[in-house]
């Protein structure tokens, strides 16, 4: 008797490391579903960006986000849950992280 198993792996964009040619993280999730990925893990999300527009350009592709990061401010590389007196400046990340996620399907 043989047994036959089927390992079926499952890949997605980092856009923090992948296409980062792309001008915009607009292009990144195109670059990404060009390239014949079916999800990305989005990079912290920054308010600055148009989050109407990755709802549109995720809509486009098909893509799913599959894993979102901590927001970050501009100034800060590694976020700011550890340092003393940004407790409030993590509470305010954490939130806004936990609706990009909400507003994206993403479970993680």
């Known amino acids: 008797c043989e047994i036959q198993m089927s390992l079926r792996m499952k890949f997605s964009a980092n856009l923090g490391f992948l296409f980062t040619e792309g001008a915009s993280i607009v292009e990144q999730y195109q670059l990404a579903k060009a390239s014949g ?3 990305v893990e989005h990079p912290f999300p ?3 960006v148009d989050q109407s527009q990755l709802l549109k350009v995720k809509g486009e592709t098909g893509l799913s986000v599959a ?4 927001e970050l401010d501009d100034d800060e590389k590694f976020g700011c849950a550890s340092i003393p007196g940004k ?15 909400k507003a994206f399907d993403c479970k993680k």
């Open 37 to 39: 990925f079916k999800a």
């Open 46 to 48: 920054k308010p600055s």
């Open 67 to 70: 894993l979102v990061n901590i």
């Open 87 to 101: 407790q409030e400046s993590f509470r305010v990340h954490l939130k806004n992280t936990i609706n990009f996620a």
